[in-house]
């Protein structure tokens, strides 16, 4: 992946960092080593997620080699794309139930170990290091949630294409995830918009781009599969 760094390897996959995640730390820093520590644990979690959906798809002989870091979140690169639905469903939600498993498994020992007035403090925050121990907590929940949501390019999305595919097809049940991912990305800028947030904008931007790839995507893969049928 270009513009990005090797930080090790795990399972054979070579887990890298894209050099804009590099700034992203230094300005996280600025905030103050809690805010660092919180940026690292998340992305070690995201790393986790990556490497949930990766395993997933070795265990359906599909390779992945590497996983790359970005701002956003991490894409895990693999040799080829699930071609039954079955295992597009597992693969995509292997990433979402690791995080929901995190956030079950921990419920009790970090509420007694933090107390209910830590875990549930609003809003979240790294002012100091319980309050920075909890936000990493909430942190699962809400890239579980987020990842689940039902359209292109969540896994959600995946998801959603693989229940629909087996009835109206893979052709429509992409375009649906599309659309869906599409409005929801109009629906991201409207807020971002209003909210005078560039951050949400921007996410809505790259929402509505990895989205349209992802139609792409799939209309070349139904094109070639048409083409070695005629061959
Ligand atoms: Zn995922």
Redesign the pocket.
């Known amino acids: 992946m270009r513009g990005s760094v090797k930080l090790f390897n795990i399972f054979g996959i070579s887990i890298n960092i894209h050099v804009t995640f590099l700034f992203l730390l230094v300005f996280f820093f600025l905030g103050g080593i809690r805010w660092l520590v919180l940026v690292v644990g998340v992305f070690c979690f995201v790393t986790l997620?990556?490497i949930c959906?990766s395993l997933m798809a070795r265990y359906y002989g599909i390779e992945v080699r590497q996983i790359t870091l970005y701002p956003i979140?991490?894409v895990a690169s693999m040799s080829s794309i699930p071609e039954k639905p079955v295992q597009e469903f597992f693969i995509?939600i292997a990433?979402?139930l690791f995080n929901l498993a995190v956030v079950v498994i921990f419920y009790i020992p970090i509420k007694s170990l933090l107390g209910p007035e830590v875990l549930f403090h609003r809003p979240l925050s790294a002012a100091t290091w319980p309050l920075t121990l909890s936000y990493l907590y909430w942190i699962n929940l809400m890239l579980a949630v987020f990842?689940l949501i039902p359209a292109f390019p969540m896994?959600g999305g995946r998801v959603l294409r693989s229940l629909l595919a087996g009835k109206i097809g893979y052709g429509k049940a992409t375009k649906i995830a599309v659309g869906l991912g599409h409005i929801f990305a109009v629906v991201f800028a409207y807020f971002g918009i209003i909210n005078y947030n560039i951050i949400l904008v921007a996410i809505a931007v790259f929402i509505y781009t990895a989205a349209s790839n992802e139609g792409r995507l799939a209309d070349a893969i139904e094109a070639w599969k048409k083409f070695k049928i005629g061959e």
Do not use: K, L, V, Y
């Open positions: 997620h990556e959906h979140g991490g995509s990433g979402p990842n896994d």
